[in-house]
């Protein structure tokens, strides 16, 4: 079993910055794509960034020029470090990760961004 645990939400003013980070656990032989989700109240999770373990990223149209996805391997931990927010960028951000053909996904964290 993999164990997900996220940290870095919380309240921040619009304009301000966070990161977020999401460390894997458990069960790993060997981790493939790394991502992460938001779900704003009302609506779907949408994708926000993924980064494959060649490096590859790809990022949602929103969020592209503010956030930034990384990974660091030999910790098994991806962040997501995120600029200028922006009201509309408050959810739930869930980290998901792919270890060999199995996705889990994280608890969530908040991300508010007051305006």
């Known amino acids: 079993q993999v164990q997900l645990v996220e940290s870095g939400g919380g309240l921040v003013q619009a304009g301000g910055s966070l990161r977020l980070s999401c460390a894997a656990s458990?069960?790993?032989?060997?981790?493939?794509?790394m991502g992460w989700y938001r779900q704003a109240p009302g609506k779907q999770r949408e994708l926000v960034a993924t980064?494959?373990?060649?490096?590859?990223?790809n990022y949602a149209d929103s969020v592209k020029g503010r956030f930034t996805i990384s990974r660091d391997n030999a910790k098994n931990t991806v962040y997501l470090q995120m600029n200028s927010l922006k009201p509309e960028d408050t959810a739930v951000y869930y980290c998901?990760?792919?270890?060999?053909?199995?996705?889990?996904w994280g608890q969530g964290t908040q991300v508010t961004v007051a305006s």
């Open positions: 998901n990760v792919w270890v060999g053909l199995v996705d889990y």
């Open positions: 458990g069960s790993i032989f060997r981790i493939n794509a």
């Open positions: 980064i494959a373990s060649g490096g590859s990223t």
